[in-house]
Protein backbone atom coordinates (compact mmCIF):
# COMPACT_ATOMS: atom_id res chain seq x y z
CA UNK A 1 0.00 0.00 0.00
CA UNK A 2 1.17 3.27 -1.14
CA UNK A 3 1.93 5.94 1.75
CA UNK A 4 -0.79 8.89 1.28
CA UNK A 5 1.76 11.73 -0.54
CA UNK A 6 3.65 9.52 -2.75
CA UNK A 7 5.54 11.29 -5.34
CA UNK A 8 3.70 14.46 -4.55
CA UNK A 9 6.42 17.32 -5.10
CA UNK A 10 5.55 19.74 -2.38
CA UNK A 11 6.78 23.18 -1.87
CA UNK A 12 7.52 24.21 1.86
CA UNK A 13 7.65 28.00 2.31
CA UNK A 14 7.76 28.20 6.37
CA UNK A 15 10.65 30.18 8.19
CA UNK A 16 14.04 27.99 7.61
CA UNK A 17 13.99 26.85 11.38
CA UNK A 18 10.72 25.54 11.89
CA UNK A 19 10.70 24.11 7.82
CA UNK A 20 11.70 21.11 9.01
CA UNK A 21 9.06 19.74 11.33
CA UNK A 22 6.77 19.94 7.97
CA UNK A 23 9.41 18.61 5.63
CA UNK A 24 9.85 15.32 7.81
CA UNK A 25 6.28 14.81 7.86
CA UNK A 26 5.76 15.05 4.49
CA UNK A 27 8.81 12.10 3.33
CA UNK A 28 7.43 10.47 6.15
CA UNK A 29 3.94 9.93 4.60
CA UNK A 30 6.09 9.96 1.27
CA UNK A 31 6.41 13.28 -0.74
CA UNK A 32 9.18 15.26 -1.87
CA UNK A 33 9.57 18.23 0.37
CA UNK A 34 10.91 21.48 -1.23
CA UNK A 35 12.16 24.11 1.04
CA UNK A 36 12.12 28.05 0.17
CA UNK A 37 11.85 29.82 3.24
CA UNK A 38 10.35 32.95 2.12
CA UNK A 39 10.62 34.48 5.62
CA UNK A 40 12.92 34.89 8.43
CA UNK A 41 11.46 35.51 12.18
CA UNK A 42 14.11 37.10 14.58
CA UNK A 43 13.75 38.19 18.24
CA UNK A 44 13.72 42.28 18.67
CA UNK A 45 17.27 43.04 20.11
CA UNK A 46 15.95 45.48 22.30
CA UNK A 47 12.10 46.18 23.44
CA UNK A 48 10.99 49.27 23.85
CA UNK A 49 8.21 48.41 26.48
CA UNK A 50 11.09 46.96 29.07
CA UNK A 51 9.53 48.70 32.08
CA UNK A 52 6.29 46.29 30.86
CA UNK A 53 8.49 43.38 31.51
CA UNK A 54 9.77 44.39 34.85
CA UNK A 55 6.13 45.12 35.86
CA UNK A 56 4.45 41.73 34.76
CA UNK A 57 2.27 41.75 38.04
CA UNK A 58 0.54 44.62 36.73
CA UNK A 59 -1.31 41.87 34.25
CA UNK A 60 -3.57 38.89 35.27
CA UNK A 61 -3.54 37.41 31.97
CA UNK A 62 -0.77 36.92 29.22
CA UNK A 63 -1.55 36.10 25.75
CA UNK A 64 0.52 34.13 23.17
CA UNK A 65 -0.77 34.55 19.84
CA UNK A 66 2.49 32.46 18.09
CA UNK A 67 5.51 29.95 19.06
CA UNK A 68 7.85 33.01 18.22
CA UNK A 69 6.04 35.01 20.56
CA UNK A 70 6.60 32.25 23.26
CA UNK A 71 10.12 31.86 23.07
CA UNK A 72 11.45 35.61 22.09
CA UNK A 73 9.49 36.84 25.18
CA UNK A 74 10.94 34.29 27.07
CA UNK A 75 14.68 34.85 25.83
CA UNK A 76 13.94 38.66 26.84
CA UNK A 77 12.96 38.12 30.05
CA UNK A 78 16.26 36.11 30.33
CA UNK A 79 17.94 39.24 29.58
CA UNK A 80 16.76 41.40 32.41
CA UNK A 81 17.18 38.32 34.40
CA UNK A 82 13.63 38.05 35.20
CA UNK A 83 12.60 34.45 37.07
CA UNK A 84 10.11 33.06 35.19
CA UNK A 85 8.57 32.15 38.97
CA UNK A 86 7.25 35.66 38.38
CA UNK A 87 4.94 34.05 35.75
CA UNK A 88 3.50 31.70 37.76
CA UNK A 89 0.92 33.71 39.53
CA UNK A 90 -0.77 34.43 36.10
CA UNK A 91 -2.91 33.55 33.76
CA UNK A 92 -1.80 32.51 30.66
CA UNK A 93 -3.86 32.30 27.04
CA UNK A 94 -2.05 30.54 24.44
CA UNK A 95 -4.05 30.65 20.39
CA UNK A 96 -3.21 26.49 20.09
CA UNK A 97 -1.77 23.52 20.99
CA UNK A 98 1.76 23.73 19.72
CA UNK A 99 1.89 27.33 21.32
CA UNK A 100 0.85 25.74 24.91
CA UNK A 101 3.42 23.12 24.23
CA UNK A 102 6.16 26.21 23.83
CA UNK A 103 4.99 27.23 27.00
CA UNK A 104 5.60 23.92 28.22
CA UNK A 105 8.90 23.77 28.04
CA UNK A 106 9.33 27.03 30.37
CA UNK A 107 7.27 25.14 33.07
CA UNK A 108 4.32 26.80 32.74
CA UNK A 109 0.71 25.84 31.38
CA UNK A 110 -1.90 27.46 29.63
CA UNK A 111 -5.03 28.57 31.28
CA UNK A 112 -6.79 29.07 28.08
CA UNK A 113 -6.74 27.29 24.37
CA UNK A 114 -9.39 28.00 21.92
CA UNK A 115 -11.03 24.77 20.15
CA UNK A 116 -10.29 26.62 16.71
CA UNK A 117 -6.66 27.79 16.41
CA UNK A 118 -7.19 32.13 15.47
CA UNK A 119 -7.56 34.73 16.69
CA UNK A 120 -11.30 35.57 16.10
CA UNK A 121 -11.96 32.02 17.70
CA UNK A 122 -9.55 32.85 20.51
CA UNK A 123 -11.01 36.33 21.45
CA UNK A 124 -14.64 35.33 21.20
CA UNK A 125 -14.29 31.98 23.35
CA UNK A 126 -12.00 33.93 25.69
CA UNK A 127 -14.88 36.34 26.61
CA UNK A 128 -17.38 33.12 26.91
CA UNK A 129 -15.07 31.70 29.25
CA UNK A 130 -13.91 34.30 31.33
CA UNK A 131 -16.42 36.54 33.18
CA UNK A 132 -14.47 39.26 35.15
CA UNK A 133 -11.42 40.42 32.95
CA UNK A 134 -8.60 41.78 34.30
CA UNK A 135 -5.54 43.53 32.69
CA UNK A 136 -4.08 41.90 29.90
CA UNK A 137 -0.91 41.52 28.37
CA UNK A 138 -0.76 40.57 24.63
CA UNK A 139 2.48 39.37 22.84
CA UNK A 140 2.83 39.92 19.88
CA UNK A 141 5.29 40.26 16.44
CA UNK A 142 5.61 43.37 13.81
CA UNK A 143 3.10 42.20 11.25
CA UNK A 144 0.68 40.34 13.77
CA UNK A 145 -3.04 41.11 13.01
CA UNK A 146 -5.16 43.40 15.08
CA UNK A 147 -8.13 41.04 15.95
CA UNK A 148 -7.69 40.60 19.08
CA UNK A 149 -7.01 44.63 19.68
CA UNK A 150 -10.00 45.36 17.99
CA UNK A 151 -12.55 42.77 19.82
CA UNK A 152 -10.83 44.06 23.27
CA UNK A 153 -11.78 47.88 22.48
CA UNK A 154 -15.14 47.06 21.10
CA UNK A 155 -15.51 45.80 24.66
CA UNK A 156 -13.25 48.43 26.83
CA UNK A 157 -10.98 45.37 28.01
CA UNK A 158 -8.22 47.07 29.01
CA UNK A 159 -4.68 45.79 27.58
CA UNK A 160 -1.67 46.12 26.68
CA UNK A 161 0.33 45.14 23.92
CA UNK A 162 4.65 44.09 23.76
CA UNK A 163 6.02 43.45 20.86
CA UNK A 164 9.09 40.92 20.90
CA UNK A 165 9.87 39.26 17.37
CA UNK A 166 10.24 41.02 13.87
CA UNK A 167 8.45 39.01 10.66
CA UNK A 168 10.58 40.20 7.51
CA UNK A 169 10.11 38.64 3.78
CA UNK A 170 13.53 36.76 2.82
CA UNK A 171 14.42 38.52 -0.10
CA UNK A 172 17.86 36.90 -0.84
CA UNK A 173 16.15 33.61 -2.03
CA UNK A 174 14.20 35.51 -4.47
CA UNK A 175 16.23 33.75 -7.11
CA UNK A 176 15.89 30.62 -5.86
CA UNK A 177 12.22 30.75 -5.56
CA UNK A 178 12.22 32.12 -9.38
CA UNK A 179 14.36 29.36 -10.15
CA UNK A 180 12.67 26.42 -8.61
CA UNK A 181 9.26 27.52 -10.08
CA UNK A 182 10.55 26.85 -13.31
CA UNK A 183 12.01 23.70 -12.93
CA UNK A 184 9.56 22.17 -10.75
CA UNK A 185 5.87 21.33 -11.06
CA UNK A 186 4.22 21.15 -7.52
CA UNK A 187 1.44 20.02 -6.23
CA UNK A 188 0.80 21.39 -3.69
CA UNK A 189 2.03 24.51 -2.31
CA UNK A 190 1.90 25.14 1.63
CA UNK A 191 1.33 28.50 4.09
CA UNK A 192 1.30 28.48 7.54
CA UNK A 193 0.97 32.38 7.72
CA UNK A 194 -0.84 35.16 5.80
CA UNK A 195 2.62 36.96 5.91
CA UNK A 196 4.21 33.84 3.75
CA UNK A 197 1.79 34.11 0.95
CA UNK A 198 2.44 37.93 1.09
CA UNK A 199 6.02 37.24 0.83
CA UNK A 200 5.42 34.51 -2.16
CA UNK A 201 3.58 36.76 -4.52
CA UNK A 202 6.07 39.48 -3.75
CA UNK A 203 9.40 37.51 -5.06
CA UNK A 204 6.90 35.32 -7.26
CA UNK A 205 5.56 37.63 -9.40
CA UNK A 206 8.58 38.50 -12.33
CA UNK A 207 8.82 34.74 -12.93
CA UNK A 208 7.60 33.43 -16.27
CA UNK A 209 5.81 30.42 -14.24
CA UNK A 210 3.91 32.69 -11.78
CA UNK A 211 1.08 32.98 -12.72
CA UNK A 212 0.41 28.70 -13.54
CA UNK A 213 1.27 28.75 -9.76
CA UNK A 214 -1.97 30.24 -8.28
CA UNK A 215 -3.66 27.29 -10.06
CA UNK A 216 -1.57 24.78 -7.71
CA UNK A 217 -3.39 23.27 -4.55
CA UNK A 218 -2.51 25.89 -2.07
CA UNK A 219 -2.77 24.55 1.23
CA UNK A 220 -3.04 27.04 4.34
CA UNK A 221 -2.78 25.99 7.88
CA UNK A 222 -5.88 28.20 9.12
CA UNK A 223 -8.50 30.45 7.48
CA UNK A 224 -6.76 33.78 7.93
CA UNK A 225 -3.88 32.32 5.80
CA UNK A 226 -6.04 30.96 3.48
CA UNK A 227 -8.50 33.98 3.46
CA UNK A 228 -4.74 35.87 2.43
CA UNK A 229 -4.25 33.46 0.23
CA UNK A 230 -7.61 33.46 -2.19
CA UNK A 231 -7.49 37.93 -1.52
CA UNK A 232 -4.43 37.42 -3.34
CA UNK A 233 -5.15 34.92 -6.28
CA UNK A 234 -4.43 31.90 -5.37
CA UNK A 235 -7.55 29.97 -6.98
CA UNK A 236 -7.42 25.79 -5.03
CA UNK A 237 -7.07 27.00 -2.17
CA UNK A 238 -7.43 24.03 1.06
CA UNK A 239 -7.42 24.40 4.41
CA UNK A 240 -7.44 21.45 7.53
CA UNK A 241 -10.15 20.87 9.94
CA UNK A 242 -7.54 21.31 13.02
CA UNK A 243 -4.85 24.68 11.87
CA UNK A 244 -1.68 22.69 12.47
CA UNK A 245 1.15 21.26 10.37
CA UNK A 246 -0.18 17.64 11.50
CA UNK A 247 -3.69 18.99 10.04
CA UNK A 248 -2.06 20.22 7.11
CA UNK A 249 -0.60 16.84 6.22
CA UNK A 250 -3.90 15.17 6.77
CA UNK A 251 -5.73 17.57 4.51
CA UNK A 252 -3.62 16.80 1.65
CA UNK A 253 -3.28 13.22 1.97
CA UNK A 254 -7.70 13.54 2.22
CA UNK A 255 -7.71 15.45 -1.04
CA UNK A 256 -5.67 13.81 -2.47
CA UNK A 257 -7.92 9.93 -1.69
CA UNK A 258 -11.10 12.27 -2.72
CA UNK A 259 -9.62 13.19 -6.19
CA UNK A 260 -8.73 9.71 -7.14
Known amino acids: MSLPLHEKKILVTRERSQAKTLSDKILKNGGTPVEIPLLKISCKKEVNTENTLRNLSNYRWIFFTSINGVQCFFKHLNRLNISVESLKKMK ?108 YMEMANRGSNYKNTLKTNCVCIGTTTEQRANELGFVHTITPYEFTVDGMIECMSKYLREDN
Open 92 to 199: IAVVGRKTGQALNEYGLSPAFIPTIYNAENMADEFLQTVEHVEPILIVRGNRSRNVLLRRFNQLNIPYQTIEVYETASNVEIRDQLEQTLKKNEFDFITFTSPSAVEA
